[in-house]
C-alpha cells in the first residue's frame, strides 16, 4: 500500500528546474492577516475609542527601503469600528514595538515618550563621561549636593507635620487595644445571650409538648370511662312504678271492650304487678261476720277512688283503699262471678 503523505519526489532523468516559470509577483503586494490592535488608539476621523486586543482582519505589506539591520518593517491597514476610517501602523523591531503612521494617535503616548527622554539623557551622559573624567566628577558632586538638599527637605516636612499634629502613638494603640477588648466582651455578652434563648426556646417547646402529651392521655382515659348508666342497679329497672308503652300497648281491643263497663265505677287494672293484690289473704272471724258493712262500702266507692282508678297506667299498679282503710281490690275477689257472668 503506497504512502499518504509522500516526502520523497519522482524526478525523472530529463528534469530541468530552469525551464520551470518562475510567478512575478510585485514586492508591495497585500496579505489578508488577522491581528488585534497593539496599543490603545482613538481615531482622528470619529474619536472613538479603539483598545488594546480588538480583533481586526488587516491587510499587510512590506515597507519599501526600510530595514532595520537587515529585519524587514511591515505595515498594516485597519479600519475604524465606527466610521471606517482607515489606520495604518508599522512595526518598529528597534524599540520590540509598534508606531502610529496615520489616522489615530496612540492613548498613553506621554509616559512612553518620558521614558525615551530619561533614556536619551542618560545615554548623552555616559557618553560625555566616557572621554571627560573632570564631567564625572561635577555629576558626582551635583548628584551627592541634590541628595542632601532632597534629605533636607524631607526632615523638614516632618518636622512641620510633628509641629501640627501632635499624635500619641502610644495612646492610640492603647486606644485600639481597649475597643478591640470591649467588641470581644461584647461579642462574648452576645453569644451567651443567643445560647440563653435558645435554651428557652427548647425548654418552652418541651413544656408545651408534655402538656399536649397529658391532655391528650386525660382525653383518651375519658373516652375509654363507660358512659354512667341512669339507674344505679341493674334491678332497679324492676322496680318502677310507671308501666311500660310496650306493656300498655299488649292490651287488645277485646279486652278493653270486656272491662269497659265496669271500668267507669270501678277503674282498670294496670300492669301485672297489681295481680298480687287480688289474692285475698284470710281474714279473721271478725271480719267475715260484717259482710254487709264491706258489700256496702264497696257498692259505693266514694269519688276519691273512683278518680284514682280512672287516672293511667301509671297510677293503676298501686292498690286502691277506701274510707275504711281497706283496698278496693281487695274487695272485687268477692265478686269474681260477676266477670264471668258479664263475659257469658
Given at each position: ?8 519526489k519522482y524526478y525523472p532523468p530529463d ?142 516636612l516632618k518636622e512641620l507635620n510633628q ?88 292490651v287488645g281491643g277485646v279486652k278493653r ?88
Open positions: 500500500m503506497s504512502e499518504r503523505k509522500v516526502l520523497n528534469f530541468d528546474p530552469s525551464k520551470i516559470p518562475k510567478l512575478k509577483l510585485p514586492k508591495d503586494r497585500q496579505y489578508v492577516v488577522r491581528l488585534m490592535a497593539p496599543f490603545n488608539m482613538r481615531c482622528k476621523t470619529c474619536g472613538e475609542y479603539i483598545y488594546k486586543g480588538k480583533k481586526f482582519n488587516a491587510r499587510k505589506e512590506t515597507v519599501q527601503n526600510e530595514l532595520y539591520m537587515g529585519l524587514p518593517i511591515f505595515r498594516f491597514y485597519i479600519k475604524c469600528t465606527r466610521c471606517l476610517a482607515e489606520i495604518t501602523f508599522k512595526t518598529d523591531p528597534e524599540n520590540t514595538d509598534y508606531s502610529m503612521e496615520h489616522g489615530a494617535t496612540r492613548n498613553f503616548q506621554a509616559e512612553k515618550l518620558i521614558e525615551e527622554e530619561e533614556k536619551r539623557i542618560q545615554q548623552e551622559r555616559e557618553e560625555e563621561e566616557l572621554n571627560n573624567p573632570m564631567k564625572v566628577l561635577e555629576n558626582r558632586t551635583r548628584d551627592s549636593k541634590m541628595e542632601m538638599e532632597v534629605m533636607e527637605n524631607l526632615q523638614e509641629r501640627q499634629a501632635q499624635v500619641d502613638f502610644e495612646g492610640m494603640i492603647d486606644k485600639y487595644r481597649e475597643l478591640e477588648r470591649r467588641e470581644k466582651e461584647k461579642e462574648k455578652e452576645e453569644d451567651e445571650r443567643e445560647t440563653k434563648e435558645m435554651l428557652d426556646r427548647v425548654l418552652v417547646k418541651r413544656l408545651r409538648d408534655s402538656d399536649s402529651e397529658s391532655e391528650e392521655e386525660s382525653s383518651s382515659s375519658s373516652n375509654m370511662q363507660p358512659p354512667s348508666s341512669s339507674t344505679d342497679k341493674p334491678t332497679d329497672i324492676l322496680t318502677t312504678d310507671k308501666p311500660s308503652e310496650a306493656q300498655g300497648a299488649s271492650a270486656k272491662v269497659e263497663s265496669w271500668e267507669k265505677s270501678v277503674g282498670k287494672l294496670g300492669g301485672g304487678g297489681a295481680l298480687g293484690s287480688l289474692v285475698v289473704r284470710k281474714k279473721p272471724a271478725a271480719a267475715v261476720n260484717k259482710p254487709s258493712s264491706a258489700a256496702a262500702t264497696a257498692a259505693v266507692p266514694s269519688q276519691k277512688d273512683s278518680n284514682a282508678l280512672t287516672a293511667g297506667s301509671t297510677n293503676a299498679s298501686k292498690p286502691v283503699t277506701t274510707q275504711n282503710g281497706s283496698s278496693s281490690l281487695s274487695l272485687l275477689g268477692m265478686y269474681s262471678d260477676s266477670d264471668s257472668n258479664d263475659s257469658e
